[in-house]
Nanobody
Framework: QVQLVESGGGMVQAGGSLRLSCATS????????MGWFRQAPGKEREFVAA????????NYADSVKGRFTISRDKARYTTFLQMNSLRIEDTAVYYC?????????????WGQGTQVSVSS
């Protein structure tokens, strides 16, 4: 089992910044990548960013490239999403994701979600 606890969401004006955190615990050594997804009202959940714990490769959705940065504090088993130049369309519930190695019986774990609201 892997437990994920997100924090850092809130309300901000367009152009502002927020930093989301995702603290992990449990079977962390079976985690392949950590990622962030988001879901806006009436829309499907979409990929935002991912960080490979093994080779430290990052990947971003085109909509957030150059504005968002995913990083990891290895010692604290915490993954961050720094969000700059926020736009109204970034408003969503953001979910932390742990994608496991194939030999683990569960492929993905999810956090409870944290709300990010961007106003004009």
């Amino acid at each position: 089992q892997v437990q994920l606890v997100e924090s850092g969401g809130g309300m901000v004006q367009a152009g502002g910044s927020l930093r989301l955190s995702c603290a992990t615990s449990g079977r962390t050594f079976s985690i392949w990548t950590m990622g962030w997804f988001r879901q806006a009202p009436g829309k499907e959940r979409e990929f935002v960013a991912a960080y490979s714990w093994t080779d430290r490769v990052t990947n971003y959705a085109d909509s957030v490239k150059g504005r968002f940065t995913i990083s990891r504090d290895k010692a604290r088993y915490t993954t961050f999403l720094q969000m700059n130049s926020l736009r109204i369309e970034d408003t969503a519930v953001y979910y932390c994701n742990a994608h496991m190695y194939p030999d683990w019986p569960v492929s993905d774990y999810w956090g409870q979600g944290t709300q990010v609201s961007v106003s004009s």
